[in-house]
């Protein structure tokens, strides 16, 4: 089994940036799909990113293009999720996670206990 531990997040300033990196232990993650997800209070978790298992082919949900972007590092066994022109709806807590299959958006194997991005207006 895989765990996962974000870091990076914080309180910033609207149009600010804020780089996350979610390290894993207990199995190399060259094996698996990764991606973020976003929970804000009161609302149901959401998908972020995926990357595919090389480190490519990275995909989004619609409000995060041309702002975020998933990359990873399979040698140093870390996944990071680069937030610029972040909005205050950006405010959630984020989690990494081992995605199901390349092009999930809703299913996830694993995931870590999340970190918490604010950003004020």
């Known amino acids: 089994q895989v765990q996962l531990v974000e870091s990076g997040g914080g309180l910033v300033q609207a149009g600010g940036s804020l780089r996350l990196s979610c390290a894993a232990s207990?199995?190399?993650?060259?094996?698996?799909?990764m991606g973020w997800f976003r929970q804000a209070p009161g609302k149901e978790r959401e998908f972020v990113a995926g990357?595919?298992?090389?480190?490519?082919?990275?995909y989004y949900a619609d409000s995060m293009k041309g702002r975020f972007t998933i990359s990873r590092d399979n040698a140093k066994n870390t996944v990071y999720l680069q937030m610029n022109s972040l909005k205050p709806e950006d405010t959630a807590v984020y989690y990494c996670?081992?995605?199901?299959?390349?092009?999930?958006?809703?299913?996830?194997?694993?995931w870590g206990q999340g970190t918490q991005v604010t950003v004020s207006s």
């Open positions: 996670a081992v995605l199901s299959y390349y092009g999930s958006r809703e299913k996830y194997d694993y």
């Open positions: 207990g199995r190399t993650i060259g094996r698996y799909v």
């Open positions: 990357i595919n298992r090389s480190g490519g082919s990275p």
